[in-house]
């Protein structure tokens, strides 16, 4: 299953990249209750973290990976086996403007064995969650004075 979301941000590619692939941050934006970085800095490939996602009454704790990492333009997050579906997340920066960024961003969903039993609840989520993150993700990096 792929789900897709785009907006434009009031503020540069590099401004939101520097938000968007800080991992202990993703609590603020995604939908996901825990994030911790376990090794690297999140803002190189092969950068690794722990989050536990909410998957309307269900919490899911996954090894997630940096697959990809161009600052300013690209990230990539993939979860890493041994959890139970497999998941990529992609966000694609564009400059649109004096201070502002095109943001494309979209979730990619492989369900395996009983997880395909939950493909109804993981579609409505889905559609509506990569809108949700990027409309969070849109409110905070405008909303701040400085991305540190």
Same mark, same amino acid.
């Given at each position: $299953? ?7 941000? +009031? ?37 690794? +973290?722990?989050?536990? $996602?909410?998957? +309307?009454? $269900? ?64 579609? $409505? ?24």
């Amino acid at each position: $299953m792929k789900f897709e979301a785009s907006a434009t941000i +009031g503020r540069t590619p590099a401004e939101v990249w520097t938000y968007a692939a800080d991992i202990p941050r993703h609590t603020e934006w995604m939908t996901v209750t825990e994030a911790v970085l376990t090794s690297g800095d999140g803002e190189r490939a092969g950068a690794r +973290g722990r989050e536990t $996602m909410q998957l +309307g009454p $269900m919490r899911i704790t996954a090894d997630l990976e940096v697959a990809e990492a161009e600052p300013g333009r690209r990230l990539r997050w993939r979860t890493l086996p041994g959890a139970p579906f497999d998941l990529v997340v992609v966000l694609d920066l564009a400059p649109d403007g004096p201070g502002a960024t095109r943001a494309s961003y979209r979730s990619i969903v492989g369900l395996r064995g009983l997880w395909r039993l939950a493909a109804p609840l993981v579609a $409505m989520e889905g559609r509506e969650g990569v809108k949700r993150e990027l409309r969070r993700l849109k409110e905070k990096v405008e909303a701040a004075s400085v991305v540190a």
